[in-house]
């Protein structure tokens, strides 16, 4: 008998729980989209343009690896991502092409937008005719054979 009621009791009980609608679902909740720029300042390189860069954005308190993770062409040497949700981020840029850098930072993200600037380091181009390859010169006083005691 306590087999039967038990049964009766799963029966009626466990479904009313299963889709009960909780007080979560019946809030309607919002997140507040924002946006970041981002300023490649290549004043170093007679500001030419940088070709393309890869981002990635991490969630801050680690419920989103690889958030965005996307290239992104650069214009003006600035890149502009919009719908974010506001909150706390890790970005990596890995510029391409001739001014290939990485960058890594903590940025937040807001409803007005925030500006960041990275600052490219100089790069010289390989040119034949200003290469200068210094004399190589080999002190064999140095070396651990000749300092034996």
Not at 32 to 57: H, M, P, R, W
Not at 110 to 122: A, D, M, R, S
């Amino acid at each position: 008998m306590v087999k039967f009621y038990l049964t009766i009791f799963t029966i009626l009980i466990v479904p009313a729980i299963a889709f009960a609608k909780g007080k979560r679902s019946s809030k309607i909740t919002e997140q507040t989209k924002g946006s970041v720029v981002f300023l490649l300042d290549n004043s170093k390189n007679n500001d030419q343009s940088v070709e393309a860069a890869y981002i990635i954005l991490d969630k801050y308190n680690r419920t989103g690896a690889g958030y965005v993770s996307q290239k992104f062409a650069v214009e003006d040497n600035r890149i502009v991502i919009g719908d974010l949700p506001e909150g706390k981020y890790y970005v990596d840029i890995f510029t391409k092409g001739s001014f290939k850098q990485h960058f890594s930072k903590v940025i937040h993200v807001t409803k007005k937008g925030k500006q960041y600037k990275f600052v490219l380091e100089e790069v010289d181009f390989f040119v034949p005719t200003k290469a200068r390859i210094p004399k190589e010169s080999a002190d064999f006083t140095k070396t651990s054979i000749v300092k034996m005691r």
